[in-house]
């Protein structure tokens, strides 16, 4: 793109801002920030103005398949979910394109150390963790590594120095994200330095378009992959890809199995799996109305019960059905580092700014089935989010070691 043409589509929004610098910049940086500006869809910013997409539809409950269910039919399960894993049909995908700003490391979240008397890596215990499973079926299962523009060197070359924690690096595919524009609680788009403008990871359902543009579902046509697991950085407890949630999946037949929790309280602050308008969906904690939350169903459970924890295998064929434009865009507040008006990187303490993201909750929501699968928050669910406090490095290591991982 042309400077002019740049100038005046950034001036036609409000933000000529953004060329301030220009004059001091080498033709390389000119060029960078030419391509930023030709590149970047501003129209997200429009979203702020228009408020957020929170009309819901109405909301029924969504049986779990429950753990007694599980343990009862184990074998029927295992044993089909090892076939499917055996045929090359299943794939991993870690969402690593986050920016952990609760962490507060500058590092990817996966290099964070959790360990007391040795170092314990995150990204260790999620790949020994499906190891566990590629001894179990003696199936390198294709692992797909989605990072962003921030933490992709970062992230490449700690794995590659660690030798990828005993996975086997040519089943490892890393892409990145694609990104969107950050700006401040007016709508003014923020800069990172006099050349680029401050962007941030566009959520986590930016993985499956990020994918295909990165032409990588041709991977999963040549392999013949046919449902993708895709999960969290954080939960270093989870498992991925373990077979009998695979088979469960497939033999229920639905689009996408998700792992769920017991609520550990009626007010548990976690996303609650549901149907809205009769399609697979979540509800919000703060979305539950009292009626909802005191619902029972016919064993006199309550009937809003099962919270998710960010673990679901899709079928992939019905992913293409799923559009980024259907998908509500969500503003949300953060803390967003910038370069003041002295040419001075800030990093605030406290959220300053809107990012905009599309959510897997929300692609849940355009496929038509769903099974929602029970799993011990104890065995499976240790999240870190924070430092301290709830879902944090202190509560994760409590965790590990109850499940009789050293630290
Ligand atoms: P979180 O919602 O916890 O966000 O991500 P985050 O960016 O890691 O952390 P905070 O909110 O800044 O503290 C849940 C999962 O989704 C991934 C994260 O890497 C994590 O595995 N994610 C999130 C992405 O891959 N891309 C995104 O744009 C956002």
Redesign the pocket.
């Known amino acids: 793109m042309r400077y002019d043409e740049a100038k005046k589509k950034m001036s036609d929004i409000g933000q000529p801002h953004v060329f301030d610098y220009y004059d001091e910049l080498s033709d390389d940086q000119k060029a960078d920030l030419l391509r930023q500006v030709e590149e970047t869809d501003f129209s997200v910013l429009s979203k702020i103005e228009q408020g957020a997409d929170d009309k819901r539809g109405v909301f029924s409950p969504l049986a779990a398949m429950q753990c007694s269910e599980i343990e009862a039919r184990e074998k029927e399960f295992h044993d089909a979910g090892v076939k499917a894993i055996k045929a090359g049909k299943t794939a991993a995908l870690?969402?690593?394109?986050?920016?952990?700003?609760?962490?507060g490391s500058d590092d990817p979240?996966g290099m964070y150390d959790i360990g007391i008397t040795k170092p314990v890596y995150i990204f260790e215990r999620i790949i020994s963790n499906l190891l566990d499973v590629v001894k179990e079926t003696d199936t390198w299962i294709r692992l797909f590594i989605?990072t962003?523009e921030k933490n992709h060197d970062k992230t490449v070359a700690f794995l590659k120095e660690h030798d990828y924690f005993g996975y086997k690096a040519d089943r490892i595919v890393f892409f990145r994200?694609d990104m969107a524009p950050a700006c401040d609680f007016n709508g003014k788009l923020y800069l990172e330095s006099k050349n680029r403008i401050s962007t941030?990871?566009?959520?986590?359902a930016?993985?499956y378009s990020s994918m295909v543009r990165a032409g990588l579902d041709k991977i999963l046509a040549d392999e013949g992959i046919e449902w993708i697991n895709i999960f969290?950085?954080?939960n270093v407890l989870q498992r991925i890809c373990d077979p009998c949630f695979v088979g469960a999946t497939v033999l229920a037949d639905v689009s996408v199995g998700a792992k769920v929790v017991r609520k550990a309280a009626p007010d548990e602050k976690v996303g609650v799996m549901c149907l809205e308008d009769g399609k697979p969906s979540i509800v919000e904690y703060y979305e539950l109305s009292e009626d909802m939350m005191n619902a029972k169903d016919e064993n006199g459970d309550p009937a809003y019960n099962y919270g998710v924890i960010?673990n679901y295998l899709f079928r992939i064929s019905e992913l293409a059905s799923v559009a980024d434009d259907k998908m509500p865009l969500h503003v949300v507040k953060?803390k967003i580092p910038y370069m003041d008006e002295n040419g001075n990187e800030v990093k605030p303490n406290e959220p300053n700014g809107f990012k905009f993201?599309q959510l897997v909750i929300d692609m849940i929501h355009q496929l038509e089935t769903c099974l929602p699968y029970e799993v011990k928050r104890e065995k499976e669910f240790a999240p870190i989010?924070n430092r301290t406090g709830v879902d944090s490095v202190d509560s994760a290591r409590e965790l590990l070691k109850y499940n009789g991982v050293e630290l």
């Open positions: 870690l969402l690593a394109g986050g920016m952990g700003t609760r962490l979240k989605m962003s994200q941030s990871p566009n959520g986590n930016g993985w969290a950085v954080d960010l953060k993201e989010k």
